[in-house]
């Protein structure tokens, strides 16, 4: 029942996540449009917490399946040449999160304190970008997974 429940949380937190990195960049794209209104900073704000809030649960149950019992386990995984390259990809997701992570949660700020002018639309449309981009390798992890289920990548040894 554990695999389960993690196979199933790993997988709503792609049906959040998706979603929430497209959402995010689409409301970034509009704020910096439509700069100094706050309604697209709060869209973009809720999706960018959907994104986190993905990020934690696929963090969180990816590194559960990984390193503990309920799965195949570490030796299994680091065999699989698409699994290592969807742990590339989420290496590069997170590199690229950083400096939008740092940027919104100042912009959480601005808002608060009603300095919306302080938000330059030329970083939202970098961090739109950004958040195409991420979801995007998501895609591809997709992909990835897909195809080690389905026995593909696998190295022999063990």
């Known amino acids: 029942m554990l695999q389960i429940t993690l196979a199933a949380l790993h997988l709503f937190a792609l049906a959040l996540g998706l979603p929430g990195a497209v959402a995010r960049g689409q409301a970034l794209a509009l704020a910096a449009r439509e700069l100094p209104g706050t309604a697209a900073l709060r869209r973009a704000f809720g999706a960018d917490s959907r994104w986190g809030a993905a990020a934690v649960l696929w963090i969180g149950t990816g590194l559960w399946r990984y390193l503990g019992d309920a799965e195949k386990g570490d030796a299994y995984y680091n065999r699989n040449h698409f699994f290592l390259a969807k742990l590339g990809l989420l290496v590069v997701i997170l590199l690229l999160e950083v400096w939008p992570a740092v940027t919104l949660t100042r912009w959480r700020g601005a808002v608060r304190r009603g300095a919306v002018a302080a938000i330059a639309p030329r970083l939202a449309r970098r961090i739109a970008a950004i ?5 995007l390798l998501v895609a591809l992890m997709v992909i990835f ?13 063990g």
């Open 131 to 135: 958040s195409y981009v991420q979801a």
């Open 145 to 157: 997974a897909a195809s080690m289920a389905r026995g593909f990548g696998a190295r022999p040894g």
